[in-house]
Each structure stands twice: as C-alpha cells, then as structure tokens.
C-alpha cells in the first residue's frame, strides 16, 4: 500500500498565482486533514474532513480553500499565494470513527516557496 | 481546548546515552496523547500512543512514554539512543469525540558520536 501520497513535492510560485495540492489515501480512512508546518510552531491544521462530504477550518484557514473529491482524495487551494504561505504542507488521515485520539498517517509532504 | 508544551527546542545526546524528551499538556478530562517522529525530509510516523490503563507505553524503535496525570506529562524516552534517531519529535494530543490533534512545537535531537 502507498498510503498517504502527495503531489508535488515541490513548488514555487509567484505571488498572487494560484495553485491546488492534491492528496490521496489508499487506507480507506474516513478522516483528513491539512498542516502546515513553519519553523518554531509545530504541525497547525489548516483544514480537515472528518467524512466524505464535509470539510471544517482548523486553527489556521484563511487564504485555504479545500475540497474532499471523493474519500480517497482530499485537495487543497491557494487562490492567490502570498510570501507567508511559504511551508510546508502535510496530508493526513485517519480511520475516523469519533472516538477520538486516533492514529493519523501522514504524507510526505509538499515543499512550497512563495517569491 | 487542549494544548501541548514541548520546553526543549533543541537536544544534543552522545551516541548510546539515554534520552528523556519532555511533553506537558493541558486538557481537562483524560487526553490521548501521542509520540510522532519526523526523519529529515519525511512525513510524520507514530512511535507510540496512550489511550487509558498502563501508564507507562512501549512504542517502536525502542523508546517509551509515562503519562503521568499529577504532572501532566508524557515524556519520551529510551535507555541508548543510536545515530538513527537523530530526528524531530512531536508530541501530540486529542480529545474525545473527535479526530483532531494538537501538536507540540517539536524537539529537535542531535545525536554525536
């Protein structure tokens, strides 16, 4: 099994371009999610999908926009990139059955540089 | 709403010395609480986690975690570390009822020879 898989690893934009990061899990996993992870401040979740056919902000939202394609897939946006979206970002799922404290498995990444 | 404090930003070990790296959370009720490490350029891997019952939780690699309700702790450690565990590690934790988790602000080992 892949697992959690991401595309690209890389990418660097201009400010103002936009771009999507896709991610896709082959674990049959209900729950996913968005970080960004920037030096000093840990993993913070930018969005998350607790089941196909919802999506919730997290703690850091603005400038994200997310679309839960299916349950495999689980897409995320910037419509308009700006310098202090430069992270990187991580996928993560999760078997998601509410009971809480589950075991999230992430990707590896996506490496993103905002000029 | 929960939170997660790991104090050490940066660790340095010698190569087969212990290793205790530190995590204080805050939640009121019983947290779950999870150890993930992240190898250079890699995703995140779970090395352990702590539902309810033993205290004291074996993960992989060799290392190990107390909770310790008193202190509101959930330290990680292991008795030798190798050159392989040279890493950042993270300490996590969720609530009850949902699938979100709060991380650290990670620690960042360095192992010398």
């Known amino acids: 099994n892949a697992g959690v898989t991401q595309t690209p690893k890389f990418q660097v934009l201009k400010t103002g371009q936009s771009m999507t990061l896709q991610c896709a899990q082959d674990m049959n996993h209900n729950s996913m999610y968005w970080y960004r992870q920037d030096p000093g401040m840990g993993l913070r979740l930018i969005y998350y999908s607790a089941s196909e056919g919802t999506t919730d902000k997290g703690e850091v939202p603005n400038g994200y926009n997310v679309s839960r394609l299916n349950k495999r897939e689980f897409s995320l946006r910037l419509e308009s990139a700006a310098p202090s979206q430069t992270s990187v970002y991580f996928c993560?799922?999760?078997?998601?059955?509410?009971?809480?404290?589950?075991?999230?498995?992430f990707g590896p990444g996506t490496r993103l540089l905002v000029l | 709403a929960q939170s997660v404090t790991q104090p050490d930003i940066h660790i340095t070990v010698s190569e087969g010395a212990s290793l205790e790296l530190r995590c204080n959370y805050s939640?009121?009720?019983?947290?779950?609480l999870f150890w993930y490490v992240q190898s250079p350029g890699q995703g995140l891997q779970l090395l352990l986690k702590y539902f309810s019952g033993d205290t004291l939780v074996q993960g992989i690699k060799g290392f190990e975690a107390e909770f310790k309700r008193s202190q509101s702790s959930f330290n990680l450690r292991k008795p030798s570390v190798h050159w392989s565990d040279a890493a950042e590690y993270f300490c996590a934790v969720g609530a009850g009822g949902n699938e979100k988790l709060t991380f650290g602000t990670g620690t960042r080992l360095t192992i010398i020879p």
């Open positions: 939640y009121g009720a019983t947290p779950y």
């Open positions: 993560a799922s999760s078997e998601g059955i509410f009971r809480g404290g589950e075991t999230q498995y």
